[in-house]
């Protein structure tokens, strides 16, 4: 059983799991004391435990001395647009799971999603609640990163200056093609309309390269996730 704590409350000896983690352990897992668990901050350390209290509201375990989880290279960034309903979760879950650490949603021009305010925090906030339970579910010691900007400029300035850049494009005839494994890969995907003209033309003066997925057309949700996975395939060592 994976179980994640706060960073700053990951260390030996013993620890208390509340609220949906204890749920979780309790209602979900039926676990019992002497059960092993494994803990994991989120932030790339782990630590083996085992249960030795139950109580209504907390589990108490005890754990070892906490050690790092190193993350594959490269750094993987998936640059997204808002896809409606339950769509979005499926692809923040599917991208966690193939190995993204970073997602960054705009809004794009053609999106039939388009959020703001409480509405933009409380929706960002379900995804990155998604991307932990999907860690959880793969093994991953560190969650990924979820985060909104409002614009695609913004987005683009934030990426690191290092690494390699590639936009989906469904026109382009281009394949994967790494010489060498960088250390980091940006991949940015469209919403069901497709990029916008003036939106290709940014990603392209970034630094972009178009990357084709195939002759047939993909669903935003889907796009990214394929793309994702060929990168960890083809930076696998």
Same mark, same amino acid.
């Given at each position: 059983?994976?179980?994640?704590?706060?960073?700053?409350?990951? @260390?030996?000896?013993?620890? +208390?799991?509340?609220?949906?983690? @204890? @749920?979780?352990?309790?209602?979900?897992?039926?676990?019992?004391?002497?059960?092993?668990?494994?803990?994991?901050?989120?932030?790339? *350390? *782990? %630590?083996?435990?085992?249960?030795?209290?139950?109580?209504?509201?907390?589990?108490?375990?005890?754990?070892?001395?906490?050690?790092?989880?190193?993350?594959?290279?490269?750094?993987?960034?998936?640059?997204?647009?808002?896809?409606?309903?339950?769509?979005?979760?499926?692809?923040?879950?599917?991208?966690?799971? /193939?190995?993204?650490?970073?997602?960054?949603?705009?809004?794009?021009?053609?999106?039939?999603?388009?959020?703001?305010?409480?509405?933009?925090?409380?929706?960002?906030?379900?995804?990155?609640?998604?991307?932990?339970?999907?860690?959880?579910?793969?093994?991953?010691?560190?969650?990924?990163? /979820?985060?909104?900007?409002?614009?695609?400029? %913004?987005?683009? %300035?934030?990426?690191?200056?290092?690494? %390699?850049?590639?936009?989906?494009?469904?026109?382009?005839?281009?394949?994967?093609?790494?010489?060498?494994?960088?250390?980091? /890969?940006?991949?940015?995907?469209?919403?069901?309309?497709?990029?916008?003209?003036?939106?290709?033309?940014?990603?392209?003066?970034?630094?972009?390269?178009?990357?084709?997925?195939?002759?047939?057309?993909?669903?935003?949700?889907?796009?990214?996730?394929?793309? /994702? +996975?060929?990168?960890?395939?083809?930076?696998?060592?």
């Amino acid at each position: 059983m994976r179980i994640y704590v706060a960073p700053l409350q990951l @260390h030996a000896g013993e620890l +208390a799991i509340r609220g949906d983690e @204890h @749920h979780y352990l309790g209602r979900v897992r039926r676990a019992r004391v002497g059960d092993p668990v494994e803990l994991i901050d989120g932030a790339g *350390r *782990r %630590a083996a435990a085992h249960i030795v209290r139950i109580s209504d509201i907390e589990t108490i375990v005890d754990a070892c001395e906490p050690e790092p989880v190193i993350e594959l290279a490269p750094r993987v960034c998936a640059l997204i647009p808002w896809i409606k309903g339950d769509r979005m979760d499926q692809c923040i879950e599917k991208l966690v799971e /193939v190995g993204c650490d970073e997602v960054v949603i705009w809004p794009a021009a053609r999106a039939v999603v388009q959020l703001a305010g409480d509405r933009l925090g409380t929706r960002v906030g379900k995804l990155r609640a998604a991307a932990l339970a999907a860690a959880r579910q793969c093994g991953r010691a560190a969650v990924p990163e /979820v985060t909104a900007v409002a614009s695609l400029g %913004a987005a683009i %300035a934030n990426l690191s200056i290092a690494g %390699a850049r590639y936009v989906l494009d469904p026109a382009s005839s281009a394949r994967l093609a790494l010489s060498e494994a960088p250390s980091h /890969v940006t991949v940015a995907s469209g919403p069901e309309g497709g990029l916008a003209p003036a939106e290709l033309d940014a990603l392209l003066a970034a630094g972009f390269a178009s990357l084709g997925l195939g002759p047939r057309t993909l669903r935003a949700e889907t796009a990214p996730v394929i793309a /994702v +996975a060929l990168v960890r395939a083809a930076t696998a060592t």
